[in-house]
């Protein structure tokens, strides 16, 4: 298992009012750390965590993760901590907290960045960024273990769902021999499995299903056979009865296309504004391409935000990863 340095674990006895927060529109992981850490410290320490996030950004399928520890404080903007956790974030400027997160640090608040991202800048005063983790529940569970904080059912519930989504319930290569041992544990715990399995991979609500329809019927493929692409236009995602913030991992859809060596998703989270999901299958890096349009992630999951037309933004980005994958 992973051990954080003994600097964190030691800057992390000490906070009596600490705010944990994630990245803007949380996935699965992000909210399973935030809610994990939160809780577990909660329980172990005379300290008052808060945790931060913009409830609006939650997707439907993801939203029962925040009602699994309900006892943890969502603060507003009006919050004064004493130390800063961002998890599962690469850049500053992604945290989704009360107020940049350099102002804090600033103000000489401690900020400490914990992430598997391997884009990440190293924006904290304390830094602890794995890329060979599965995920960043991966990281926080042997944070808690390194602190000797109790997991509860709940925080096991928790960080399990954040390994099974970020490795696509095990499936994916960063699924490694310690991220399953890990999910034991999890699972001896006290993690959920039924419960979890069936909320995040067998639920879906009519709007969700109407949604995955929608994907379905926009994937069109390269004739080479090596690119799939979908996409949803803000106002189909609305005639849906969904919000831009249910788009999680629909990417999964067109990835799923036998022989392909990259899904991209493109969706509008307002009209003009794409975001763009890249996945690679076969070792193929789709990290290269997300920076060439200012974004960031994984070597084989990463994503931007581009301005402009969606015909056009789809047309510009088909053209560069055709270029890309030759």
């Known amino acids: ?46 300290a008052r965590p808060a945790i931060y996030y913009k409830p609006e950004q939650i997707s439907q399928r993801l939203a029962f993760l925040c009602g699994i520890e309900p006892t943890l404080l969502l603060r507003n903007a009006d919050i004064v901590p004493d130390t800063v956790v961002v998890l599962d974030t690469a850049y500053a400027d992604r945290a989704a907290a009360p107020r940049p997160v350099g102002e804090y640090a600033a103000s000489g608040i401690p900020l400490v960045n914990i992430d598997h991202h391997v884009a990440n800048t190293g924006y904290g005063q304390i830094n602890w960024v794995v890329p060979e983790a599965s995920s960043t529940c991966e990281l926080v569970f042997a944070l808690i273990r390194a602190l000797d904080w109790p997991i509860a059912p709940g925080t096991a519930s928790l960080l399990y769902a954040g390994l099974n989504t970020d490795t696509h319930g095990f499936s994916l290569p960063n699924t490694t021999t310690a991220s399953l041992r890990i999910a034991a544990d999890l699972i001896e715990a006290g993690a959920d499995v039924a419960e979890l399995g069936e909320r995040l991979w ?91 349009f200012g974004g960031g992630g994984h070597q084989l999951a990463a994503g931007a935000v581009v301005d402009g037309p969606m015909d056009q933004v789809v047309e510009e980005v088909l053209r560069q990863a055709r270029a890309f994958l030759q």
């Open 202 to 292: 067998r639920s879906q609500s009519p709007a969700e299903f109407n949604l995955t329809r929608l994907i379905y019927a926009n994937t069109r493929v390269s004739p080479d056979g090596r690119i799939a692409h979908s996409t949803a236009r803000y106002d189909e995602i609305l005639a849906a009865g969904c919000t831009p913030a249910d788009i999680d991992d629909q990417v999964s859809i067109p990835r799923s296309w036998r022989g392909i060596r990259m899904a991209i998703l493109f969706s509008e989270t307002r009209p003009g504004r794409v975001r763009i999901n890249f996945r690679g299958e076969g070792g193929t890096s789709v990290l290269p391409l997300a920076r060439a």
């Open 1 to 46: 298992m992973l051990q954080p340095p003994a600097h964190l674990v030691e800057a992390l006895l000490r906070p009596a009012a600490p705010l944990i927060v994630g990245h803007v529109r949380p996935d699965g992981d992000c909210l399973g750390a935030i809610h994990a850490l939160g809780a577990a410290w909660q329980a172990a320490r005379p």
